[in-house]
T-cell receptor, first 115, second 109 residues
């Protein structure tokens, strides 16, 4: 069974703290994504990566960075957490692109609260 | 900016009813469209892809109208277990997807 695993389901951090959200997929997918989901705003793409050490900004990259040192692992980093980064963070992965792209698989999400 | 617009609902329907959702998209160049389903406090999961010729999977039918730039999802004989949020999704790049904000469906006994 395919799987995207996010390391933390719930986190509570203080303003200014550095936060790491880890994501691992076991499907050997090329593409990995980080979204955040907020009520009334839906899913918004933060960053994505189409290969090891490659990254691209999504729609809302400000305040975030990412790391992809291995194909199966994609990390989201909040250098200095702020209260407006309180959200549900969803990692996803997908094989291929264009018309040949496969299904997008999501992890269970990491709910981050910044106090 | 690539947008996907949906009626947020909620759509309240009794069991057995037929319900339809539409969504409109702005990226006319997109070649791929999907419906994802998201249960409360769960991650989104693929419900079905949407093809130009339309496609059907059991009680679910998806249609694409390129001329008017909208996608539809029809659910026949609604079940209680169909209660969820339905996300309209458009391919927005080589591998990226743009999600609508979702339409909530509540099926009651």
């Amino acid at each position: 069974d395919v799987k995207v695993t996010q390391s933390s389901r719930y986190l509570v951090k203080r303003t200014g703290e550095k936060v790491f959200l880890e994501c691992v997929q076991d499907m050997d997918h090329e593409n990995m994504f980080w979204y955040r989901q907020d009520p009334g705003l839906g899913l918004r793409l933060i960053y994505f990566s189409y290969d090891v050490k490659m990254k691209e900004k999504g729609d809302i990259p400000e305040g975030y960075s990412v790391s992809r040192e291995k194909k199966e692992r994609f990390s989201l980093i909040l250098e200095s957490a702020s209260t407006n980064q309180t959200s549900m963070y969803l990692c996803a992965s997908r094989q291929g692109g264009g018309e040949e792209a496969g299904e997008l698989f999501f992890g269970e999400g990491s709910r981050l609260t910044v106090l | 900016r690539k947008e996907v617009e949906q009626d947020p609902g909620p759509f309240n329907v009794p069991e057995g009813a037929t319900v339809a959702f539409n969504c409109t998209y702005s990226n006319s160049a997109s070649q791929s469209f999907f419906w994802y389903r998201q249960d409360c406090r769960k991650e989104p999961k693929l419900l079905m892809s949407v093809y130009s010729s339309g496609n059907e999977d059991g009680r679910f039918t998806a249609q694409l109208n390129r001329a008017s730039q909208y996608i539809s999802l029809l659910i026949r004989d609604s079940k209680l277990s169909d209660s969820a949020t339905y996300l309209c999704v458009q391919g927005s790049g080589y591998s990226t997807l743009t999600f609508g904000k979702g339409t909530m469906l509540l099926v009651s006994p």
